[in-house]
């Protein structure tokens, strides 16, 4: 759903009026809340074969959620970016100084059926447990599945399980393309153990041919080599300020002809002050991801690749936020990923929170 100037500056000067309305209305607790993020990033890019890409980015989140009861609460949230790439809601700077495309995210009903039972329906963000140092190899954060999810939190141990409709095809030959997801968290005591199993249903059908393969196995047909069921476990140990992290990825439904596992090994540091410095490796054969909905950071590709993802984040006042960092990505097969030698990624980002 693409919006124009106008339905952006309605939408804007809504949540606004919202905001003023919720904080004239503290004291008779109003229904409505607002939330949201900002961010300008600065980014180089080092390829290999071609131009060296330097550019601007930036974008904007802002939502609202109104609270109709005690256990129902209605969500909705704007975007900038291409609406039709689930997995960024950046906005390259360099469009001639034309507008930004808005976009819907999130649109969707939290109903709390007990303490720590809930049933989430519409577009929302995917409840799945991730790896605290880098968590999107599996799935990236951009990206809102649609369905329905229920979710289960507790102390020291959290579930969920998710059915998502990829690709509706009523009326065409094929099956709809469908998707089950199932995730689990437990705190043992200064160690997490967590993971998630993603199984996709019919991804060959018609309505997947704009999901975006970036470097999964094709056939000569021009349709996915491997079916796709991806466990991901993450051990996470914390010890004070610090984190290790070991995350372990296998797609259980791999063509025999296809390398199909992962890994990631990963450290963090955060000082009392909230500043964190992280490194984590990482090594992604060919079809241990579903690369149309995996993470979009490193440079041409998102599966057969080793490489690094290092950082530093500091916070400053009043929800502003600084985070630096960078990657270096080796191809595993540069016939499959289409590049020989490492590239390298590096960003300044500034990001703010209300």
Known sequence: MKLHSSPLIGGIVGLALLSSNASAQQESDSPWSIYGDARVRAEFNDTDGGSDRHRMRMRLRAGAKYQASDSLRFNFRLVTGDSDNPNSVHQDAGDAFNTFNVSLDRLHFDWS????????????GNPIFRNPIYGELVWDGDVSPEGLAFVSEYDAFNFSFGQYAVAENTGSNTEDAWMSVASFDTDLGGLTVGGSYSFYGDMNGKGVASVENRTNALSAADVFLSDFGIADVVFAYNIDALTVSAEFIENLRA???VDASGMAIGVSYKADSGDQIYIQHQSIDQDAVFTG???????NQASSYEGQIFGYKTKFDNGLGMHVWGMAVTPIDEVVAGFANTEYRFRVDFNLKF
């Not at 059926?113 to 929302?124: I, L, P």
């Open 293 to 299: 909905f995996s993470q979009d950071d490193t440079l």
């Open 255 to 257: 063509d025999d002809t």
């Open 113 to 124: 059926m007990s303490e720590h039972v809930s049933v989430v329906a519409g577009k929302f």
